[in-house]
């Protein structure tokens, strides 16, 4: 029996197999169009359809370059100078003139740049000296409390056990407090005296006069083409957003103003320092001429605003210069806030390719199947006779009874049919009319034959 079932089954697999082969080779399918002759659907259609066409050529094709190719690949240089004569108050009143090389803190970086714009400078020695005042954990009353004590990230050196009465740990709010036990402040080694950074802060002038140049270079790689952000008569000249936008030179005051809008914080910014983003952003068009390719520059602020009370403010950090006298080791440390500007480059180019072209005209082809795609939806599902398009569109085969079920209603019936309304619409071919692809189902892998006509597994239908 069992043989048998397996025999019967290799057999029908046999006879598929081959009936695929052969259909595969003696038949194509193709499909078919049924006329819906209606106005109304048929105006519909065409509205839609130029919609369709209109968004595509006009804004796909024309106003998105749906004609370029496009690369966002940029490789770029960025050089940055800034000059200016700036000047401070020494704690003793005496003024003293800053220029570049002093403010701007290292010389050089790779797409950024920092300019000093407040400091704090003490000369030290290498010796003993009291601690920090504004360190709590330095306060001492005997030796004992300076001794093996536990690493404290601001202590200035290293504590050699000693406390060191001192008058000013017994300074409170400003009044010597002789009521308690004078207090000290234990000693340490190293660098004398320890800074102290509320005292005399130097704040460098004439800063949002300065100015800065940014000198960048680019390329788009993949259509080897060079470019830079000067033109090539460039003369001396300041940037201004109306008058003079081609000028690389920006000062400080127009940076600092489009970065931070309110005067307190852009103050504080100068006092405390701050990190601005400057952007430069390139759209370039290489069907058009080079020159017209411009940069679009903008800036902004990164550090954390000062009214949000962060954590840490602004930007800071020390360096000291060193130099020997009479044997001995002196150096200046200096704690500099100031305006770190960071460069980011971004940027793309665009040049007609047929390549490109051809492929969106193919997807915009595919858009346009859309609108018969919604017409149908209407028709089928929300008209009032949508039953009786969906009799006409969909054929239901039979495969059983195909002699009789199997019907492919000949053309002449469809035209005499009164799809929607026979009293006001004529069924002339001069007819407003489109057409939508007619679909059958049947279940996959069978062959149907009606009359002449043979198919096999059409596509699912919307039914
Ligand atoms: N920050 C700036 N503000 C105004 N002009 C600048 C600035 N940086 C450079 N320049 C001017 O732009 C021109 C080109 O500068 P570049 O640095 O390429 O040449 P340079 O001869 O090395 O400049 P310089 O010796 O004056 O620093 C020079 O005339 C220079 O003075």
Known sequence: ?????????????????????????????????????????????????????????????????????????????????????????????????????????????????????NFIQTDQIRSTCVENIKLKEARCKHDKDCFNKPFTPNMNGRWTGRCLLSPEANIVNGTTDNTKTPTGLCEYAGWCP??????????VREVLNFTIFIKNFIEFPIFHVKHKNMVDNLKQ????????????????????????????????????????????????????DLKLCKPKYSFARLDVPFNENPFSIGFNFRYATYWKQNQKDFRTLTKAFGLRLIITISGKAGKFDFITLTLNIGSLVGIFGLATFLC?????????????YRDRVFEIVHLRTRARSAIALPRTFVQNYDAEDANSESHSETELSYKTPETTPVPPGKTVTIGPVSFINPIPSLC
């Open 376 to 388: 149908d939806i209407i028709l089928l599902h929300l008209s009032k006779k949508a039953s009786i």
């Open 237 to 288: 000249c300041i940037f201004h957003p109306k008058t003079n936008k081609d000028c690389p030179i920006f000062t400080i005051d127009h940076i600092i103003n489009e970065a931070e809008k309110n005067i307190t914080e852009r103050d504080l910014m100068l006092r405390s320092g701050g990190v601005i983003r400057v952007k430069l952003d390139w759209d370039c068009n290489l069907d058009r």
């Open 194 to 203: 320890s800074e102290d950074d509320l005292s005399w802060t130097m704040l």
């Open 1 to 117: 029996m069992d043989s048998y079932i397996s025999f019967k089954d290799r057999f029908f697999v046999g006879q598929s197999v081959k009936d695929i082969i052969k259909g595969y080779f003696t038949e194509y399918e193709t499909p078919k169009l049924v006329v819906i002759h209606n106005a109304k659907y048929a105006i519909l259609l065409r509205i839609i359809q130029i919609i369709i066409l209109a968004y595509s050529v006009i804004y796909l094709l024309i106003y998105e370059k749906g004609y370029q190719k496009l690369s966002t690949t940029v490789a770029s240089s960025v050089t940055l100078k800034v000059k200016g004569i700036g000047y401070a108050y020494t704690s003793e009143n005496k003024m003293i003139i800053i220029d570049g090389a002093d403010y701007i803190i290292p010389p050089s970086e790779n797409n950024a740049i920092f300019i000093m714009t």
